[in-house]
């Protein structure tokens, strides 16, 4: 009987198999796919590095570093020129650059904001006079992220910053996520100091207006697929890998009975590193309960289209990290890297790399298209936005239905009563990208924690 099961062989899973195995835990991993990774995958095409998934990360949070470095890739990282990042939007045909100085929606300088063609002068004014804001006395509560900008900045603030970059990172909908949970550190600055931008400043300010240093993202120069594969070969001898389907879970006298592929395995520690609403479908018969809440965790799909190009087709500068489209504009596409801009080593001079992303909240659709279909509209669009006539040599396209984990309004109380019923049912353990926060970071540390916690470590929690 294994010591420790996991189901999930993405970066959740595979980071907890990996700390089990430093705790001299020897786990058993079970994926659907014969590819590990989950939605990592990374392929290289004419020497351009295709990121399916993801394709960095913020370095601003220590767990993926931490890890990268333990398992010796750390000559490996790169950052993303930040000197040359710029993201344009798109408004009413044209791209506009976002102004300088904003922190995500909250403006930081104020010249730029003077100056941008992005927002009109109501909303510049109404921003300006944000500064004034004093704490209210029912700050903290949860809300919308859409209600929560709307009333600090303005509407426009909500279509033309908010909602292009909250698509493009979560592929969610800001009039439904949650501020406490997606906008933690702006929730705690509005109960602190009433105005965002004046709390933004005093902060930063202690702070040398530098919050972590450095890039704003790293990844590494092969792709994070280069992660996934030191991983890999950390857990042969270490982990039993089954590739496999994870059925309904039973307690059982130990623990719990997992069925795979039809036969049932036994174990005593079990940690569901998969989608919530995987482990809502296995828990069921376990905690009616704890199933119901899981299921509430709501997801959105995604699909990203790579799209290489000969340099000497591509007459556009690239001149930056490349361009979100607000959803007042969008047709298809969300958000398009420009990635031989943002990071090095990702693409040879000879070619041009567009990572198009697409889907989210309001786009489920796009994914049941057909390839054809997908590529012609984008290709069409990409004409319009940057005037790329040629045909792409390389095309790839990655669909990721139900991939990413939608914060909403009342998710820190959800994932509180989740908490609660684990407390009920010891030995059960839930990592993945439903709870704690969506990037690998967040993900990498829940899935050390419930290695920890599996391998009777005392809980450290460190949210
Ligand atoms: C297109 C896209 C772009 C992203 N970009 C970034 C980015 O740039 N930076 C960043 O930090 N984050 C990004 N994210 C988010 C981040 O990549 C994910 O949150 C994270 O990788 C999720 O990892 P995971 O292991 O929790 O889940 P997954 O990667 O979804 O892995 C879950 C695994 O569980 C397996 N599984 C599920 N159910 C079962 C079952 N019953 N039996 C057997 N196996 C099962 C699946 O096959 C899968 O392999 C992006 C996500 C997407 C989809």
Known sequence: MPQALIVGGGISGLSAAYYLTRLGVRPTLIDRNPKLGGV????VVNGCV????PDSFLAAKPWAMDLIRELGLESEVIGSNDHLRVTYIWKRGRMVPM???LMMMVPTRIWPMVTTSLLSWPTKIRMGLEWF???ASDGGQDRSVADFIRDHYGQETVDYLAEPLLAGVFGGDPGRLSVV?????FAELEKRYGSLTRGVLVEGGRTGGKLGGGSLFRTLKGGLGQLVTALEQSLAGRTQILRGEAGAVERSQNGYSVPVNGEPLQTRHLILACPAHEASGMLASVDAELSQLLGGIGYSSSMTLALGYPRHKIAHKLNGFGFLVPKKERRRLVACTWVGTKFSHRVPDSH???????GGASGEAALLQPDGAIVASVREELREMMGIAAEPEIVRISRWPRSMAQYEVGHAARVQKIEQRLKLLPGLHLAGNAYYGIGLPDCIRLGKQAAESAAGLPLRIDY
């Open 40 to 43: 990592i995958q990374t392929e």
């Open 50 to 53: 295709i990121e399916g998934g």
């Open 99 to 101: 102004p300088d100085g």
């Open 133 to 135: 804001r004093h704490p």
């Open 181 to 185: 949970s997606v906008l933690t550190r």
């Open 352 to 358: 041009v790399l567009l990572r198009c992303f697409l």
